[in-house]
């Protein structure tokens, strides 16, 4: 399994601690950015990697991770067929659902309002849930890919 991880100077020490996390579990690991610690940095500049690297990377997933998430989620799902959730927090059966019933590709991990437990968690959730390819998700999955177009 191949991942794709970037983030902003908010996510960059949870991105050097999960890189290495997955690392240990012979996860092969690309790391987009950011690859130092700069306040002033801009997530889109490493988030748009991550997502372009995964849809050119059939199987691929990505993990983005910003101080919210928020800004990451929205920046990678501008591109086409990337399908990001976010996970900040709180239940992880919302990451099991966007892996089950919307095939996500990428999860973003709000940094300020997670552990480094919970982010592994939510990590080893969405690598480990299959989409299930029932007829009505992939049918709303069809739709969003021809608003896409």
């Known amino acids: 399994m191949k991942i794709y991880i970037g983030s902003d100077h908010a996510g960059y020490e949870l991105k050097e601690k999960l890189r290495a996390y997955m690392q240990t579990l012979n996860i092969e690991v690309i790391d987009k950015g950011a690859f130092n610690l700069d306040n002033e940095d801009d997530y889109p500049d490493f988030i748009v990697p991550v997502?372009?690297?995964?849809?050119?990377?059939?199987?691929?997933?990505?993990?983005?991770?910003?101080?919210?998430?928020?800004?990451?989620q929205i920046s990678a799902n501008k591109i086409d067929g990337i399908r990001a959730i976010e996970f900040y927090g709180g239940n992880l059966e919302i990451v099991k659902l966007g892996r089950e019933h919307n095939d996500a590709?990428?999860?973003?991990?709000?940094?300020?309002?997670i552990t480094e437990d919970e982010?592994?968690?939510?990590?080893?959730?969405?690598?480990?849930?299959?989409?299930t390819n029932d007829e009505r998700h992939v049918r709303r999955i069809n739709k969003i890919n021809e608003e896409e177009k």
């Open 51 to 72: 997502a372009e690297a995964v849809i050119k990377d059939s199987g691929s997933f990505g993990i983005v991770i910003g101080g919210s998430g928020e800004g990451e």
């Open 105 to 113: 590709n990428i999860l973003s991990l709000g940094a300020r309002f």
């Open 119 to 131: 982010a592994k968690n939510a990590i080893l959730l969405f690598m480990n849930t299959p989409f």
